[in-house]
């Protein structure tokens, strides 16, 4: 099988590789470069583990255990608080 390389470097898989390999628009491929210069690709399945670190937390360094228990635990005074402290209580 052969496919035409593009000026933009861009490469149509022939259907009968798409299809064997279930490839659809937006699959992604590994392609790797051997020693004596034959190309291999391989399908990547998706895994959450490849977004891990995309989103940038809104703060700079990791809360502890503590931190984040001293927070949970000032929410929850807060929400459940008497009314009559200034604080309208939602009820949730």
Known sequence: MFAKLTSKGQITLPKEIRDRLGLDAGSMLDFQVLEDNT???????PDARRIRGLLKSPHP????????????????????????????STGR
């Open 39 to 45: 190309i291999t690709a391989r399908q990547v399945k």
């Open 61 to 88: 360094i990791a809360l502890s255990v503590a931190q984040m228990d001293d927070a949970v635990s000032k929410h929850l005074r807060e929400k459940h608080a008497p009314a009559g402290n200034g604080r309208k």
